[in-house]
């Protein structure tokens, strides 16, 4: 059987170093080119990561873009993208309970008031604080897919009131309250302390988390930021974090990425910094994806995953 060629296109992520040997591991099926590849009109796969802006038009016969990562907004956002080019993301369970990890620590850090003892260990003082309950902690976790599911019922199995909310209707599970559509954000969010952003980046979500939504949270509310840094009007932030409203934030994607060194995020003292590396999918999860794109290519269907370009997600 002849292998599907795919070209390798990133201005930021070293490709080949990352997953190389996973995608070895399909290379009876796949053959992975680097970008520009010699006669591009062969080639019928992309595995991209911030794709360079000229790339996709030089590769007229792609059948498929795929993503390295759970979100495609890069990919979607690519300039000469054919608009039925079909974009694929990865699902990984893996990957959904790293984040889960990533977001229960941070959750738990606020709760348990890590923040508090750390300055009372500097200090040198031993002064019990008696945190409170999980159960007095509601939490409001903004998405409820793939990986805002696995959040949630980790969260809520820990003893955490959750509320989730989607686009679209789900039906509440054991211990989460489930609403959809602008008319379910308010209810989700009142009353909520730590809000949890796992939103795919849209023309719908660009922008929600500002001034008007951080101020429906409980005052001392504290944010996760995981989803992408332009969901977040961060001059928002800064204003709810200095009036007292927000006890703190814990952002791991920014606007701009790399995090400028001269941010006012970088020093903010109620501001926890990470590098956009709260989970990441694994290369054999990317592995996998691929093989399954180019099956689906061969037979003449359109990918697993593939995602719903207009809807943007
Ligand atoms: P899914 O596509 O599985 O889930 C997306 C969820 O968001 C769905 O519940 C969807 O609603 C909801 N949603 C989308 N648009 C709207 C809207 N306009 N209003 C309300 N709800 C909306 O995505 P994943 O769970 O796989 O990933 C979510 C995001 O997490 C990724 O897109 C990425 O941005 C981010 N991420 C960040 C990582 C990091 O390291 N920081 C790592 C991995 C992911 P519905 O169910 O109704 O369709």
């Keep these: 059987m002849d292998r599907l060629p795919c070209v390798l296109l990133s201005t930021t992520t070293d490709l080949r170093g990352l997953f190389g040997t996973a995608l070895a591991g399909i290379s009876d099926h796949v053959e992975i080119l680097d970008h520009p590849a010699p006669n591009p009109e062969r080639v019928r796969l992309a595995l991209g990561w911030r794709p360079p802006a ?11 873009l795929c993503s390295i990562a759970a979100g495609v907004d890069n990919l979607l ?6 608009r039925d ?3 694929v993301r990865v699902v990984d369970p893996d990957q959904a309970r790293a984040m889960s990890g990533f977001v229960l620590w941070h959750v738990i850090g606020h709760q348990r008031r890590f923040a508090a003892y750390a ?4 200090d040198r003082v031993w002064r019990r ?5 999980a159960s007095a902690v509601p939490v409001g976790i903004l998405g409820y ?5 696995r959040v949630a019922g980790d969260l809520a199995a820990l ?3 959750v509320r989730a909310w989607s686009r679209t209707p789900q039906g509440s599970g054991p211990g989460i309250a489930h609403r959809h559509g602008p008319d379910g954000l308010s209810a989700m969010l009142a009353g909520s302390e730590v809000l949890v952003n796992l939103l795919p980046l849209t023309a719908e979500t660009r922008g929600l988390i500002d001034a008007a939504l951080l101020s429906c949270l409980r005052p001392g509310g504290y944010l996760i930021q995981v989803g992408r840094g332009e969901h977040l009007v961060e001059a928002d932030l800064l204003a709810a974090l200095e009036s007292g409203h927000l006890a703190g ?6 606007a701009a990425e790399p995090l400028p060194a001269a941010h006012p995020f970088w020093d903010h003292p109620a501001i926890r910094v990470t590098p956009h590396e709260a989970c990441e999918a694994s290369p054999q999860a990317v592995a996998r994806t691929l093989l399954a794109a180019a099956e689906a290519v061969r037979a003449g269907r359109v990918p697993p995953d593939a995602v719903d370009a207009a809807r943007g997600y």
């Design 54 to 64: 000229d790339a996709l038009p030089q590769y007229p016969n792609l059948a498929a």
């Design 77 to 82: 956002a690519c300039p000469g993208r054919p």
């Design 85 to 87: 080019l079909p974009v």
């Design 119 to 122: 300055a009372n260990q500097r």
């Design 129 to 133: 604080l008696y945190p409170r309950d």
């Design 145 to 149: 897919g793939q990986i805002g599911r």
């Design 159 to 161: 003893g955490f009131p």
């Design 249 to 254: 934030a814990a952002l791991d994607v920014f």
